[in-house]
């Protein structure tokens, strides 16, 4: 029974990251990247806040000490500050398919950044799994003219990758902190909203957008960054081990394509699945070598 509720958890929280990149191009059309982030950023506070309480976890909000709030400031600064203010850019610069895809190369940085950060060491087949999801990114942005090497985006293509590794930082620091998962995650966004507020008050590029770029800026908050995290925990809450659920994750940027195709009315390239398959079995490979 507990098997079958984390597939449920997990099946709708695929479901929902599959949605955002479509999410963010559309919204993109009515609000600039800045202004997207400023109101979705606000909105997942909101929403995990309320979670918190529904979970009458309130207590844990007034326990946290000092060394905490310094810990989650930091990490608020690097997600979601400073990666969706990385990831929007992208978004803005690039195709949905492209940004999408290539942000999903995280888990090779986390990969890559374990080596020098956390002392792992790596072998040659892992060098491998590497090189195959590198291969991925390559035909990704080079839309499978991979001698030509040229970009639809130079800076976009630069700032998705970027962002796969603020990400993996983001993982490797959030290792180190020791608070409840849901109640890490609202002071990660509450320093993180504040960041971007100060940021936009600085540039002066407070905008109030039309109904479509409010309401994609809802429903980015509310799934992307807020109720979809907490679904995921329940997710790996309630399998009897992670690798059951946590492979479907690898669903998700197909799937996504799939959205992107028929909601935001891309034409998805042969080349971004090629690219994706090689990203993914790349990643797969990766794992397998871990167990």
């Known amino acids: 029974m507990k098997q079958r509720q984390a597939y449920t ?17 559309i919204t993109l059309r009515y609000f600039d990247f800045l202004n997207l982030l400023l109101f979705s950023s606000f909105v997942a506070t909101c929403v995990l806040l309320t979670t918190i309480f529904i979970q009458k976890k309130g207590n844990l909000l007034k326990s946290i000490t000092q060394k905490d709030l310094l810990h989650s400031a930091f990490l608020g600064f690097l997600n979601p500050f400073l990666y969706y203010f990385v990831l929007f850019k992208a978004y803005d610069l690039l195709p949905a398919q492209e940004a999408a895809t290539l942000n999903y190369s995280w888990p090779l940085a986390l990969v890559l950044l374990s080596v020098p950060m956390l ?9 491998l799994a590497i090189f195959v999801s590198f291969i991925g990114i390559i035909i990704i942005s080079t839309h499978g003219d991979i001698l030509g090497f040229r970009f639809s985006s ?4 630069f700032l998705a990758i970027g962002s796969a590794v603020i990400w993996a930082l983001f993982w490797i620091f959030n290792m180190k902190d020791n608070l409840e998962p849901v109640t890490k995650l609202f002071w990660n966004f509450f320093f993180g909203f504040i960041y971007i507020l100060i940021t936009v008050l600085i540039k002066d590029d407070f905008r109030i957008t ?31 081990t992670t690798a059951k659920v946590t492979n479907l994750i690898y669903l998700a940027p197909f799937i996504s ?13 042969f080349s971004t699945f090629i690219g ?11 794992r397998s070598l871990k167990t």
């Open 276 to 286: 994706l398959a090689f990203i993914v079995g790349g990643i797969l490979l990766q």
């Open 154 to 157: 130079t800076l976009g293509v």
């Open 119 to 127: 002392k792992q060491k790596i072998g040659i087949l892992n060098i």
């Open 257 to 269: 394509l799939i959205f992107i195709h028929f909601f935001v009315g891309e034409t998805i390239f």
């Open 210 to 240: 039309p109904w479509q770029g409010l309401t994609g800026s809802v429903y980015v908050g509310f799934l992307e960054m807020g109720i979809t995290f907490v679904l995921w925990l329940k997710a790996l809450t309630f399998s009897s």
């Open 9 to 25: 958890y997990a099946i709708l929280s695929v479901l929902c990251w599959s949605t955002v990149g479509s999410a963010f191009k």
